[in-house]
């Protein structure tokens, strides 16, 4: 509930928590998320809940390729983590009926790395590489006629009897995924032939990762338990999915093992998540803007060194919630908190002209 201040000029902060990390909420992915999400993956897209834009064009990229018999062509996905960009690859290389190698772009050090996994493709396979914007510039040169023509450029000898070989590769598809796309060097962009943004889910379509994920894990949560677990989420089904789980051991502990919206308001209170799926880090972010900076804007170091926090982590991690939610918004001078922000944080909203001034 928000607290507004009858003072105009005074600026009443809510009692928010003291600042503390909350693992529930982070969009990284742990060793533990990585063997679990394997288990609740869907396997065919009709199973793969929302992207529905990207779904309807791969569809048809997926058909036509399999009716041409020719490779996908290579595809890149960007956005924040944990929107399952890896499992739309490995649900991909299902439809395909191909195997799929994973590995991510700090794994693929010297040219061996890349060169032997290429070499270790079949025909038909697909290639994941995570956080592809990290390729150094040998490897992304080894990856370039592999991905344009199927071929490896090697050489053999040394000075004047240097000899170029151009050895065939299998006709693979490369999936690249990276939370920034900004940072891909414009020819690997120019290579994939698909490159698509995946985009927050809405508390609709979160409420049935949720459902799909508890009955996989034969959990008992109703519609209501499972919009409550779905609108403190983060519009994330890595979050979502973690949520599940810790709501399911409260229910068990504390009840009877069912999840409602109840159980599943007091587990996510017990977990320090409020409402809006904010963690302590979010909430002294906002307010060390509000307060501190009269409500921005302030460059991104700035913040960053205000909270002790590195400044990627609170571009990548942090923020690109806080933005799609109009919470903050981001301005040429920095960042600015928004009026749904004061609203939430329980501050008033200063009137245009006391912002101006
Ligand atoms: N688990 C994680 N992401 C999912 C999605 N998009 N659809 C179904 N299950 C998921």
């Given at each position: 509930m928000?607290i507004?201040?009858?003072?105009e000029?005074?600026?009443?902060p809510?009692?928010i928590?003291?600042?503390?990390?909350?693992?529930?909420?982070e969009t990284?992915?742990?060793?533990f998320d990585?063997?679990?999400?394997?288990?609740?993956?869907?396997?065919?897209?009709?199973e793969?809940?929302?992207?529905?834009a990207?779904?309807?064009?791969l569809?048809?990229?997926?058909?036509a390729?399999?009716?041409?018999?020719?490779p996908?062509?290579?595809?890149l996905?960007?956005?924040?983590?944990g929107l399952?960009k890896?499992?739309?690859?490995?649900?991909?290389?299902?439809?395909?009926?191909?195997?799929?190698?994973?590995?991510?772009?700090p794994?693929?050090?010297?040219?061996?790395?890349i060169?032997?996994i290429?070499?270790?493709?079949?025909?038909?396979?697909?290639?994941f590489?995570?956080?592809?914007?990290?390729l150094?510039k040998?490897?992304e040169?080894?990856l370039y006629?592999?991905?344009?023509d199927?071929?490896?450029?090697?050489?053999?000898g040394?000075a004047?009897t240097?000899?170029?070989?151009?050895?065939?590769?299998?006709?693979?598809?490369l999936?690249?995924?990276?939370?920034?796309?900004?940072?891909?060097s414009g020819p690997?962009?120019?290579?994939?032939?698909?490159?698509h943004?995946?985009?927050?889910?809405?508390?609709?379509e979160?409420?049935k990762?949720?459902s799909?994920?508890a009955?996989?894990?034969?959990?008992?949560?109703?519609?209501?338990?499972?919009a409550?677990?779905?609108?403190?989420s983060r519009?994330t089904?890595?979050?979502?999915?973690?949520l599940v789980?810790r709501?399911?051991?409260?229910?068990?502990?504390?009840?009877?093992g069912k999840?409602?919206?109840?159980?599943?308001q007091?587990?996510l209170?017990a977990?320090?998540?409020d409402?809006?799926?904010?963690?302590?880090?979010?909430?002294?972010?906002?307010?060390?803007?509000?307060?501190?900076?009269?409500?921005?804007?302030?460059?991104l170091?700035t913040?960053?060194?205000?909270?002790?926090?590195?400044?990627?982590?609170i571009?990548?991690v942090?923020?690109?919630?806080?933005?799609?939610e109009?919470i903050?918004?981001?301005t040429?001078r920095?960042r600015?908190?928004?009026?749904?922000?004061?609203r939430?944080?329980?501050?008033?909203?200063?009137?245009l002209?006391q912002?101006?001034?």
């Amino acid at each position: 509930m928000a607290i507004f201040s009858d003072d105009e000029n005074i600026q009443k902060p809510l009692d928010i928590n003291k600042r503390t990390k909350n693992k529930n909420l982070e969009t990284k992915e742990t060793a533990f998320d990585k063997s679990f999400e394997n288990n609740i993956r869907p396997k065919k897209l009709d199973e793969y809940i929302g992207q529905s834009a990207l779904k309807s064009t791969l569809k048809i990229s997926i058909e036509a390729a399999k009716k041409r018999n020719k490779p996908l062509d290579h595809l890149l996905f960007y956005g924040p983590p944990g929107l399952g960009k890896t499992t739309l690859a490995s649900v991909i290389a299902n439809e395909l009926e191909a195997n799929i190698k994973i590995t991510s772009a700090p794994a693929l050090e010297r040219p061996r790395d890349i060169i032997g996994i290429l070499m270790s493709l079949k025909n038909g396979d697909i290639l994941f590489i995570d956080e592809i914007h990290r390729l150094n510039k040998v490897t992304e040169e080894i990856l370039y006629p592999a991905m344009e023509d199927f071929f490896l450029d090697m050489t053999t000898g040394k000075a004047q009897t240097v000899k170029t070989l151009r050895v065939p590769l299998p006709k693979f598809t490369l999936i690249g995924a990276t939370t920034k796309a900004g940072e891909l060097s414009g020819p690997l962009r120019d290579r994939f032939g698909i490159i698509h943004r995946l985009q927050f889910y809405t508390t609709e379509e979160l409420s049935k990762v949720v459902s799909r994920t508890a009955k996989i894990l034969e959990i008992s949560i109703d519609e209501d338990g499972a919009a409550v677990i779905a609108s403190r989420s983060r519009g994330t089904p890595r979050i979502a999915n973690r949520l599940v789980k810790r709501v399911a051991d409260y229910a068990f502990v504390k009840s009877d093992g069912k999840v409602n919206a109840k159980i599943a308001q007091d587990a996510l209170e017990a977990l320090n998540i409020d409402d809006n799926g904010l963690d302590g880090t979010d909430k002294a972010l906002l307010k060390l803007i509000i307060e501190k900076y009269d409500g921005g804007p302030v460059g991104l170091e700035t913040i960053a060194a205000a909270l002790g926090e590195d400044s990627k982590t609170i571009e990548d991690v942090y923020e690109p919630y806080l933005l799609q939610e109009g919470i903050i918004q981001r301005t040429p001078r920095g960042r600015k908190i928004s009026p749904e922000g004061y609203r939430l944080m329980g501050y008033k909203v200063p009137s245009l002209q006391q912002q101006l001034f």
